[in-house]
Structures are given as structure tokens and as C-alpha cells.
């Protein structure tokens, strides 16, 4: 017997912890590309991705085949005990793949936390420095050290603390919010001024265009600025790509943008189309500094990951992901500029390929940001069949991470609900 969506949610709120929260209260059935069915039948449009995982659509065939082929072969050996040729295979085609002229090596694990962690790991064995910088916004994972590093209390940090120290944040440039290039530059040159020496710092960390933070992109400036900034102390730089990876912003990896190299790439979510696996890549002087059994995890480098991961490789390729993220784009883009014509709540849009977001505002005013605007069309649009994301510091933002293999008509469909809903929740929200 099939139990409703409210069904489950009573459950839910019996059996599992309040601390893991979900947008909304729809319980699945059966996925395809860019379609979702619940429990109770009902199809919905997917703007969200599983929060950027699934690039390559939910349950793309070249995947499953792959995965149902693995399957029949072994599903965990453990790496660390008994190797297997899919690992060094992935582990090739990502140091290939990545924009780093040097030699690289690669790490697989399962998480983008673990990528996280690990990629501070190596900087600090392999400088001999312990500091690390990260951005205010920032997002890098809920285990205690990604927690440090994101720049974001509510809802991450709050009653977690205390922390692991040697962390400290720089404003990221944001022109929407105020924050210039100049000034983020200036506030580095701050904190190597009033709270740590440069010559301390093992890593600065960023994402080049911040998911969790609010979709704002750095500009390529700024980059190269960072980049020389390392180059002059000796400071690793990271970049996460852990969301915006994998042809999201119509480049494999969203760097590539500003042509920057960094030492060492984080990246987990559409790596692998749906299934656990994370990779740090990074130049081979850094990574052969780690020590034997340094690095590594029981799940790490799991074969069924592997097996999805190298055919979403081929599916970038063969369905020319890049090239559709960038026409995805334009149309997201066009349609949200329209719609800013009739919404005054509408602040800003902006996007790098199809990691696009729009930022609610009240009467236009920039410096009044609109959250619970922003919580409501969320809820509106999952009663219409859209399921969107919420993001940003100012809670007021919300981000499209379309998979980039949904049709025209689909994405198309998926807007007229948007439309319908931002004018249901504008037109029915109190008067102040």
C-alpha cells in the first residue's frame, strides 16, 4: 500500500532528526531527466538538480548501463585494500581534464566535504603552514573544518562551534552587495596585515562563482590578482568547483572562465550523475608530499561512483554539455529579465552559462532583501510542479540548476509556473 506525501512526512518527523531539512514536503517516486513523479502521482518540473548533481538529468541511460554493468562485477573492494583499474583510469582523465598545464594527481573520495578537507590537507603537509583563508559566503561542507570555512552562520554554524582555528575570512567581491574588487583585495591584504603573516598561510580557498553564497562570480581580475597574490607568499590555490564543476557555467569547470590555473581543484556532485564521488586534483609536487595511508576513506573511490563518473565524461562529449549550458543560459536569462521588467521584487539576475539566480528584493531596493518573498515563492512553485532553491547570505536568492539535458519545452513549461508563482505570492502577500 503506497502512502501519501503527508503520510510520509508524519513519519519523517517521528522517525528522522529536524536537523536535515528538505525545500519541500513532496515524497519520490520515479525520476527521468528533468521530471519528477511523487508518491502520489503528481509530475514535477526540476530547476534544482539535487542541488547541482545531476547535470546529465536523473537517470541518464549511459549512467544506469554503466552502474547495472559495474554491479555485476564488485561493488566494494576498497581502494586501499585491493586496487581496481577504474580508479586510475578516472583519476587519468581528470588530471587531463583539468585547467593545470603542471603534472597532476588525483584523490577520489565520496564527498564534497571530504574533498574539502582533504585538499586542505595536502596544501598544509605540503607547505609546512597551517592558515587558511577562505570567503565570507562561502560554502564548503557541514563537517566541523567545512563549517569553519563557510562564511555563512545561519543555518550552518549556529550551536556547532568551537570551530578548528586558523581560519580566516576576506569579504568576496560582490558588486550587487557593494563589495568591489579593490576592496576584497584590500581586506586580504588586511588579514596578512592584523592576523596572520602570509608566510603562515597554507591555502586560499574560493569557489569562482559561489553556489551556496548567492551565484555572485568572481571576476576574472580578481583571480588573476589571487593568483599572483599566492605566487608571491607561496599560498596553494584552491579552487572549489564542487557546484559550479562539470559544465554548469558552459565551461567544464567555471575557472577556466578567467584562464587562471589553480594548484589544486576540488569537485564532487555531477562528477558522477547522481551517485557518491568526490576528486581533488591538483599539480604532482603538492600531491606526492602526502604520506602513505595520509589520505583515503573505507567508501573513498567508490567503483560504482567511478563507473557512472566515466560515462558522464563521455556524455560531456557526446551531448555537448558546454555548448547547452550556454544556450540554457540565454534562455534562462532572457525569460528572468522579462519577468524583472514586471516584478519590481526582482533585484538583480545573474548567471556564468546556466548557473543563473535572481535576487528578490523589496521595491527594488537592493539593500532590502526580500527572504521570506523568497521562502514563499519556493513553497508556490513546489503546490505548481517547480521545484526551485533558495540561497545566499541574505537568504533572498533563488538559484536555477537546470539539468542540462532537459528539453527547450521543458525549461520553457518550468517558467510559465515561475511566472505564475512569483505573481501568486506577490499578489497574496500582506500589506505593510
Known amino acids: 500500500m503506497s502512502h501519501s506525501n503527508h503520510q510520509w512526512q508524519s ?3 517521528a522517525a528522522v532528526t529536524p536537523g536535515v531539512a528538505s525545500a519541500l514536503n513532496c515524497y519520490l517516486a520515479k525520476a527521468r531527466n528533468a521530471e519528477l513523479w511523487d508518491v502520489e502521482g503528481r509530475r514535477h518540473i526540476d530547476f534544482a538538480s539535487g542541488i547541482a548533481v545531476l547535470n546529465t538529468g536523473h537517470n541518464h541511460p549511459k549512467v544506469i548501463a554503466a552502474v547495472q554493468a559495474q554491479l555485476e562485477q564488485f561493488t566494494h573492494p576498497c581502494f586501499q585494500v585491493t586496487p581496481y583499474g577504474s580508479y586510475v583510469e578516472l583519476a587519468e582523465k581528470l588530471n587531463a581534464l583539468v585547467p593545470i598545464q603542471a603534472p597532476t594527481q588525483t584523490l577520489l573520495m565520496s564527498t564534497g566535504a571530504e574533498a574539502v578537507e582533504n585538499a586542505i590537507k595536502v596544501a598544509r603537509i605540503a607547505t609546512g603552514r597551517s592558515a587558511i583563508i577562505a570567503f565570507r559566503g562561502g560554502f564548503h561542507g557541514r563537517t566541523l573544518l567545512g563549517m569553519a570555512l563557510t562564511g555563512k552562520v545561519q543555518p550552518y554554524k549556529k550551536g556547532y562551534g568551537p570551530f578548528p582555528g586558523g581560519i580566516f575570512h576576506a569579504p568576496y567581491p560582490a558588486s550587487y552587495l557593494g563589495i ?20 603562515d598561510v597554507a591555502a586560499i580557498i574560493i569557489e569562482p562563482v559561489q553556489g551556496e553564497g548567492g551565484f555572485y562570480a568572481a571576476s576574472s581580475d580578481f583571480l588573476r590578482q589571487l593568483r599572483k597574490l599566492c605566487d608571491e607568499h607561496g599560498i596553494v590555490l584552491i579552487a572549489d ?8 557555467t558552459g565551461k567544464t569547470f567555471a575557472i577556466e572562465h578567467s584562464g587562471v590555473e589553480p594548484d589544486i581543484m576540488t569537485m ?30 573505507t567508501y573513498a573511490g567508490s567503483p560504482i561512483g567511478i563507473a557512472a563518473a566515466l560515462a558522464v565524461l ?8 558546454n555548448q547547452r549550458a550556454e544556450q540554457q543560459g540565454e534562455l534562462l536569462q532572457a525569460a528572468l529579465h522579462a ?15 546556466a548557473m543563473v539566480a535572481m535576487e528578490l528584493v523589496e521595491a527594488g531596493d537592493r539593500q532590502r532583501p526580500d527572504k521570506l518573498l523568497t521562502q514563499a515563492l519556493v513553497q508556490e512553485a513546489g503546490r505548481q510542479g517547480l521545484v526551485l532553491l533558495s540561497c545566499g547570505v541574505r537568504g533572498n536568492v533563488i538559484r536555477f540548476l537546470i539539468p542540462l539535458t532537459a528539453s527547450k519545452e521543458i525549461i ?5 509556473v515561475l511566472y505564475s508563482s512569483l505573481r501568486m505570492v506577490q499578489n497574496t502577500r500582506p500589506a505593510k
Open 241 to 248: 568547483e564542487i557546484q559550479s564543476g562539470f559544465c554548469r
Open 314 to 321: 563521455e556524455i560531456i562529449e557526446e551531448e555537448q554539455l
Open 11 to 13: 513519519r519523517r518527523e
Open 412 to 416: 520553457e513549461e518550468g517558467l510559465n
Open 339 to 353: 519577468m524583472a521588467s514586471e516584478f519590481d521584487c526582482i533585484g538583480d539576475v545573474r548567471g556564468c552559462g
Open 180 to 199: 568591489s574588487d579593490n576592496q576584497a583585495l584590500g581586506a586580504l591584504q588586511g588579514i596578512f596585515a592584523a592576523d596572520v603573516a602570509p608566510d
Open 268 to 297: 564532487a556532485k555531477s562528477l558522477a550523475g547522481g551517485f557518491p564521488l568526490s576528486a581533488i586534483v591538483g599539480r604532482r609536487e603538492l600531491m606526492q608530499k602526502a604520506l602513505p595511508g595520509g589520505l583515503g576513506g
